[in-house]
C-alpha cells in the first residue's frame, strides 16, 4: 500500500536514499491511495530495486502520475547535482540521484487503472475496491479482502484510508467507504488541528476580499501554486466570482506547465468531478492565459499591476515563483497570497515569518509587498472530519491503526476517538517500521524487527532545523540594532563564545 518519498528534517529524508527494509522483488503488487509524493514518491525506486508487478491505481491518479511521476525524478536529479558540486569543493564523493526522470517514466508502463467501486483481483485470492476518499483527483481509500482461512471462512477486510479530504471540498463528493471492517488503517495528519467549518461559498467570499484589497492596492498579485488540486480550485472560484461580477475580469496567469498539465487531466475528468460545468469551462476563460515557455513567462515581468500571477512551487522553494517574487516583492503596492501549509525551512514560511530581506537567486531583494495567507483552502480532513469518517466506518471488529501524523496529531485523534465511542483498546499506534500479524483476534506486534530510525520514532526537527532557526534569528536581532557597530559588537560576543577550533 502506497510507496511515499519521506519529507521533513534532513534525517528523515535520509532514508530516502537507503535500502527498504524489506524485499521489493518479493512484493506480489502495489496498490496507490493517490498521487501525492508522500504516498508515491519512492515507486520508481522501488521497481529499480526489482518490483516487476503491477501498480493499481485509479483512472485519475494515474493520469496524474503521468507527469508528476516523471517531474519528481527530475527534482532528484537536480537536487542531486546541487549537492554534487558542494561534495566536489569538499572533496565528498558524488552520489546518485534517488531516481532518474528516466526511471520514473519507465515505471509508468506498470501502473494498472481502474475505477471506483469496481473489485479488482490481485491474485492469491485477494481483491480490492478503491473509494473515493475527496482529497485529490483520483484519490482512495482502499478495501481489501485477504482469505484468512479454508472456505466458507470469511476474508479478513482491511480498509486503508489513504489522506481523507474535508467536507465542502470543490470537485469531490465528502469522503467514503465502507463498514464492518476487521481492520481500518487511518490517517492522522490533522488529527490534533479544528478548523472553522467553511462552505464554498465561504471560501469563495474569503478569495474575493483578499483579490478586492490586492487590486485596491495596485500592484500584482502573486499566488504561490501548488500544481496539483490548489490551482483548479483557486481558477473555478476565481471564475465563479468573474462569472457573478464579484471581480473584475482581470488578468490571470497561470504561469506554471506542471499546473497546466494538471489541468487537462481535470479537463479530461470533468465528467467525474462536481462543481464542473456550472459556470461553464473554468479552465478556459478568456482572461486566463497558460504560460508554458520561458519566454511567455518572462514577458509577465512588463506587468506591474491589476494581474493575478500564480506560479508554483506553492512553497516558493523552486520554479517560476522565485523570479515572480524577485520582481514583486520589493513593491510598496504588490500583494502574495498563501494558499496551503508552508513547511519550516522553505521561503514561503521566511516570508510569512516576517523577514524585511530575502535572497533569490544570489540577489538580496527587500520585502515591502503585503503578504496574506488564508488557510480555508484544504485537502484534509480536520480532527472532527477524521472522527466522523471512522464513526461511519464502524463496526470495525478487530482494531484500528493510527498513522501518517506526527505524534501529537495521532495522540489526539486517538483520544478524540475514544471520547466519541471507539474503544481505546482496539486503536494501535504504530512506529515506523513496526510489523503486526493481523489474522489473530488482535493484532499481534511481531517482535525483533529493527527498525531503521533509533527509537521508531521520526523525528519533527532536527539539528538541521534548529539550525536554520538560529541564524534566522540572529538575522533578525542584526536588523533590529540601531548601527553596524552595534551589529559588530554582537558578533564579536558570539565569536568570543565559540570554541577555538
Ligand atoms: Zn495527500
Not at 271 to 287: H, V
Not at 403 to 427: F, K, W
Request: glycine share 8%; aromatic share 6%.
Amino acid at each position: 500500500m502506497d510507496c511515499g518519498l519521506f519529507q521533513g528534517p534532513k534525517t528523515l529524508k535520509a532514508l530516502n536514499y537507503a535500502a527498504f527494509p524489506f524485499t521489493p522483488g518479493g512484493i506480489d503488487f502495489v496498490l496507490l491511495t493517490h498521487a501525492h509524493t508522500d504516498h508515491c514518491g519512492l515507486l520508481p525506486k522501488l521497481i529499480k530495486a526489482g518490483f516487476s508487478h503491477a501498480v493499481l491505481a485509479t483512472n485519475g491518479t494515474r493520469d496524474l502520475l503521468e507527469f508528476t511521476l516523471p517531474d519528481s525524478g527530475y527534482v532528484q536529479e537536480m537536487e542531486v547535482e546541487t549537492l554534487n558540486r558542494r561534495n566536489v569543493r569538499r572533496g565528498i564523493p558524488a552520489v546518485d540521484p534517488i531516481y532518474t526522470r528516466a526511471d520514473a517514466e519507465a515505471s509508468l508502463k506498470q501502473i494498472q487503472p481502474h475505477p471506483y467501486g469496481e473489485w479488482i483481483d490481485c491474485g492469491r485470492g485477494i481483491r480490492a475496491r478503491y473509494w473515493n476518499a475527496g482529497h485529490i483527483l483520483g484519490s482512495a481509500s482502499i478495501e481489501v479482502e485477504i482469505p484468512d482461512g479454508p472456505p466458507p471462512h470469511p476474508p479478513l477486510r482491511v480498509l486503508f484510508s489513504g489522506d481523507i479530504g474535508p467536507r465542502h471540498k470543490s470537485f469531490h463528493p465528502d469522503p467514503t467507504g465502507p463498514t464492518a471492517c476487521d481492520y481500518l488503517i487511518v490517517e492522522s495528519t490533522y488529527g490534533d488541528r479544528d478548523r472553522i467549518e467553511c462552505d464554498a461559498a465561504g471560501r469563495r467570499a474569503q478569495l474575493r476580499e483578499e483579490v478586492k484589497a490586492a487590486l485596491a492596492r495596485g500592484g500584482n498579485l502573486l499566488i504561490p501554486a501548488f500544481a496539483v488540486e490548489r490551482t483548479q480550485e483557486l481558477l473555478l472560484d476565481l471564475a465563479i466570482l468573474v462569472a457573478a461580477g464579484e471581480l473584475p475580469k482581470m488578468p490571470i496567469f497561470l504561469d506554471s506547465p506542471l499546473a497546466i498539465k494538471a489541468t487537462q487531466v481535470f479537463l479530461a475528468h470533468a465528467r467525474e468531478l462536481e462543481d464542473l460545468g456550472d459556470i461553464g469551462n473554468p479552465f478556459s476563460a478568456p482572461n486566463l492565459h497558460l504560460m508554458q515557455t520561458v519566454e511567455q513567462s518572462k514577458s509577465i515581468n512588463r506587468i506591474n499591476g491589476g494581474a493575478i500571477i500564480m506560479a508554483g512551487s506553492g512553497m516558493c522553494d523552486a520554479g517560476r515563483i522565485r523570479h515572480h517574487l524577485k520582481q514583486n516583492l520589493w513593491r510598496h503596492d504588490a500583494t502574495v497570497l498563501f494558499v496551503g501549509y508552508q513547511a519550516p525551512g522553505t521561503l514561503g514560511n521566511l516570508l510569512l515569518s516576517g523577514v524585511r530581506s530575502v535572497r533569490i537567486q544570489g540577489e538580496e531583494v527587500s520585502v515591502r509587498a503585503t503578504l496574506r495567507s488564508i488557510d480555508s483552502y484544504s485537502g484534509h480532513a480536520d480532527r472532527k472530519g477524521l472522527i466522523e469518517w471512522v464513526q461511519a466506518r464502524l463496526p470495525v471488529a478487530r482494531a484500528i491503526f493510527l498513522t501518517h501524523g506526527e505524534p501529537a496529531a495521532t495522540i489526539s485523534l486517538r483520544d478524540g476517538l475514544a471520547a466519541a465511542g471507539c474503544n481505546p483498546e482496539q486503536i494501535v499506534i504504530p512506529g515506523l517500521d513496526d510489523s503486526f500479524t493481523l489474522s489473530t483476534s488482535r493484532p499481534t506486534k511481531i517482535e525483533g524487527t529493527v527498525g531503521r530510525l533509533p527509537g521508531g520514532q521520526p523525528p519533527q526537527t532536527d539539528w538541521h532545523n534548529r539550525y536554520a532557526a538560529m541564524s534566522l534569528d540572529l538575522r533578525r536581532r542584526l536588523d533590529s540594532l540601531p548601527d553596524d557597530s552595534a551589529r559588530e559588537e554582537l558578533i564579536a560576543r558570539i565569536n568570543r563564545l565559540l570554541p577555538r577550533a
